[in-house]
T-cell receptor, first 118, second 110 residues
Framework: EAGVAQSPRYKIIEKRQSVAFWCNPI?????LYWYQQILGQGPKLLIQ????????DSQLPKDRFSAERLKGVDSTLKIQPAKLEDSAVYLC????????????????FGPGTRLTVL | AQSVTQLGSHVSVSEGALVLLRCNYS??????LFWYVQYPNQGLQLLLK??????LVKGINGFEAEFKKSETSFHLTKPSAHMSDAAEYFC????????FGKGTKLSVKP
């Protein structure tokens, strides 16, 4: 079974530029997450999708970050314009939908995209 | 609100020694707790999870963790460290929206 795919793996940009990250979840996983992991810290959830709907985007800086999952499969996270403090690893994860009979399902993480903003 | 605190940003053990990584949580509701491992330049991999069943949870690679409500702790242990255990370990709490600790980097000396 293929894992969560992310691209690019590395990106270096200047501040005020735009950047986009792509994620393809595990086939059949309806729930998709984007996390930001700043060096020396644990991942922080930015946005959670279920199919093509947003479940939680309370920690997404909406003035500069946007994310979409138009067809309920792959997803794109965009930063426009980037700031120095956006330098981080952006992790995508996916899981099956939690139900009362399955309980809490495991989140599977991709390898991440390391963003450096100069 | 939920949170986790990992005590010790860096732990070093000798190969064959006991591994103990500490995690304390705060939660106003019965928590779901997790331990993840992250190898360099890779994503996170689930080691084990506690979801209100048995308080002693066994995971992959010989790791286990014990949920202690009275101490609000969920420490990760392994009886005998192996060189391949060297990685960063994250404790997390939550359901869907996971709240992660800052991580503990484990070094294993030969």
């Amino acid at each position: 079974e293929a894992g969560v795919a992310q691209s690019p793996r590395y990106k270096i940009i200047e501040k005020r530029q735009s950047v986009a990250f792509w994620c393809n979840p595990i086939s059949g996983h309806a729930t998709l997450y984007w996390y930001q992991q700043i060096l020396g810290q644990g991942p922080k959830l930015l946005i959670q999708f279920q199919n093509n709907g947003v479940v939680d985007d309370s920690q997404l800086p909406k003035d500069r970050f946007s994310a979409e999952r138009l067809k309920g499969v792959d997803s794109t996270l965009k930063i426009q314009p980037a700031k120095l403090e956006d330098s981080a690893v952006y992790l995508c994860a996916s899981s099956l939908v939690d139900t009362w009979w399955t309980g809490l399902n495991e989140q599977f993480f991709g390898p991440g995209t390391r963003l450096t903003v100069l | 609100a939920q949170s986790v605190t990992q005590l010790g940003s860096h732990v070093s053990v000798s190969e064959g020694a006991l591994v103990l990584l500490r995690c304390n949580y705060s939660s106003s509701v019965p928590p779901y707790l997790f331990w993840y491992v992250q190898y360099p330049n890779q994503g996170l991999q689930l080691l084990l999870k506690y979801t209100s069943a048995a308080t002693l949870v066994k995971g992959i690679n010989g790791f286990e963790a014990e949920f202690k409500k009275s101490e609000t702790s969920f420490h990760l242990t392994k009886p005998s460290a192996h060189m391949s255990d060297a990685a960063e370990y994250f404790c997390a709490v939550g359901q869907g929206n996971l709240i992660f600790g800052k991580g503990t980097k484990l070094s294993v000396k030969p």
